[in-house]
């Protein structure tokens, strides 16, 4: 204030440079009042003026302040839009920053390499492969070069989007590869279930003389365990100090536990949860819960749900899990007994929910759902399917659905699954041929992942679906988890 002063004494004031300077300063000081009164004296404010007011806003969280500086710009250039793009983007308003980016568009503003790296950025925010694919199309016919973070979260949104092919192709374009480049490409395989392409990749980085850090051998064992190379990990989290130089963290051994437990070592999974350095956590026992399911071992289920209840109170997964275990192991009494303490503990059960886009279009599913504008279709082909996924040898797992009803019901309620139904609007809704993408907010259940692997063959569909654990690209009747599910 004391510099201003004394440049409105000597009558520089109204210098632009320096005004700019001075809005500057009071933006990012928080002193809003005076950099917007400094903005209104001015008789030609310019956009470096506006942005600097907008930049202040964003840093200082008041969005809305941001929002109307710019709307009160009179003629907006790339500059002022990058400045409001910016804002939305460093306070996670993804969405505001897509929406915001058509407008600048529609307005043919073109767009510059700091909008492009901005938007790629609200695009990973958003996990939204539609928008990252656009972003990346302007970056080509522009001209732009990607900065190495943008390359790196171009790999990164193209992999969480279900398109591994696109990730590898945007993967080998960056000419200059971080370990981060390593780590998404390497993240990206194992979670799509191409376990031994990913070990492939880490030694190609090996080679290139690339060192792994924690997070790049987290995805080498995560690589292991989709694959179910279990000498593999072993080899690799052994080794880890010795060849790298990086000491197993708590998700080191959380992957080594789930990969032993998958493969049935249970007691060797026991034997490193309780010689590791670390007190299991909340990722450790899920590990040996759902070892516990897919073996069904009563035993360690009850006792890995136990400590998963004591850690996470509020998470119904861990009852509908251990109810699972006892319904697998015909121990109905059990099952009973969890719905009580759920019900006496008020858990509500998390509704499983599938969402598909087409078109610019979210649909969304749940359960028994018939509230979509082409329901008839959708359950007219699903009464199509029944007899060829019959004839296919599908039987409807009654024994994993924990409804209190007769088995003919509980056979309708799984046939009536929110991904099946996701799946047979997909069928409807796309052209022969196209790949249809699903996404589901739980894990997909073993009935809809064996019916989709039929359907896949039956209709001669590409059908992948992204659950909260990963990747299953269905095709020809096979998934890429290798049934490692």
């Not at 759920?342 to 969304?364: A, L, Q």
Request: proline share 3%.
């Amino acid at each position: 204030m004391e510099v201003h002063a004394h440049l409105i004494i000597l009558g520089l004031h109204q210098d632009a440079r320096l005004r700019n300077l001075v809005v500057n300063v009071y933006s990012k000081c928080r002193c809003f009042g005076y950099a917007r009164k400094l903005l209104d004296e001015s008789p030609e404010p310019d956009l470096i003026s506006w942005s600097a007011l907008i930049s202040g806003y964003s840093q200082s969280g008041e969005i809305a302040d941001s929002t109307r500086i710019f709307d009160a710009i009179p003629r907006r250039t790339v500059v002022s839009w990058n400045a409001l793009l910016n804002c939305y983007v460093q306070r996670d308003s993804f969405g505001e920053a897509v929406e915001l980016f058509q407008d600048m568009i529609v307005s043919q503003t073109q767009p510059n390499e700091f909008t492009l790296s901005t938007m790629i950025n609200a695009c990973t925010g958003l996990e939204d492969g539609r928008q990252g694919r656009k972003i990346h199309g302007y970056l080509i016919k522009l001209g732009y070069d990607l900065d190495l973070f943008s390359a790196n979260a171009l790999v990164d949104i193209y992999a969480k989007c279900g398109s591994i092919d696109d990730a590898e192709r945007a993967f080998r374009e960056i000419p200059e590869r971080s370990i981060v480049s390593w780590s998404a490409m390497i993240g990206g395989m194992a979670q799509h279930g191409h376990g031994r392409l990913a070990l492939q990749m880490f030694n190609e980085m090996l080679k290139e003389g690339v060192a792994p850090n924690h997070i790049t051998l987290v995805s080498v064992l995560c690589a292991c365990n989709h694959a179910g190379l279990v000498t593999d990990a072993k080899r690799y989290f052994s080794s880890m100090e010795e060849l790298f130089s990086v000491q197993p963290m708590e998700e080191h051994y959380a992957c080594m536990i789930d990969i032993l437990g998958r493969a049935g070592k249970l007691d060797e999974a026991m034997e490193l949860v309780n010689t590791m350095p670390y007190e299991a956590n909340a990722a450790v026992w899920g590990a040996l819960l759902g070892a516990a399911r897919i073996h069904k071992n009563v035993d360690l289920g009850s006792k890995a749900a136990e400590m998963l209840i004591n850690l996470e109170p509020e998470k119904s997964g861990t009852h509908i899990l251990l109810a699972n275990i006892y319904a697998s192991a015909g121990m109905w009494d059990g099952v009973a007994k969890i719905r009580k303490v759920m019900k006496d503990s008020n858990v509500k059960k998390e509704p499983g929910m599938s969402w598909m886009e087409i078109k610019d279009k979210v649909h969304t599913f749940i359960v028994g759902d018939r509230s979509h504008p082409r329901g008839k279709e959708i359950y007219a082909k699903l009464e199509e399917l029944s007899e060829p996924l019959r004839k296919a040898g599908y039987v409807p797992m009654v024994e994993t659905d924990l409804h209190d009803v007769e088995e003919r019901e509980k056979a309708k309620l799984l046939y009536h699954h929110s991904e099946k139904l996701a799946v047979a609007f997909g069928l409807i809704a796309t052209p022969p041929g196209a790949p249809i993408r699903v996404k589901k907010n739980l894990r997909i259940c073993l009935d809809c992942h064996t019916a989709i692997k039929l359907v896949s063959k039956i209709a001669s569909r590409e059908i992948i679906v992204r659950d909260i654990n990963r990747f299953h690209h269905f095709r020809d009747g096979l998934c890429s988890c290798g049934d490692y599910w």
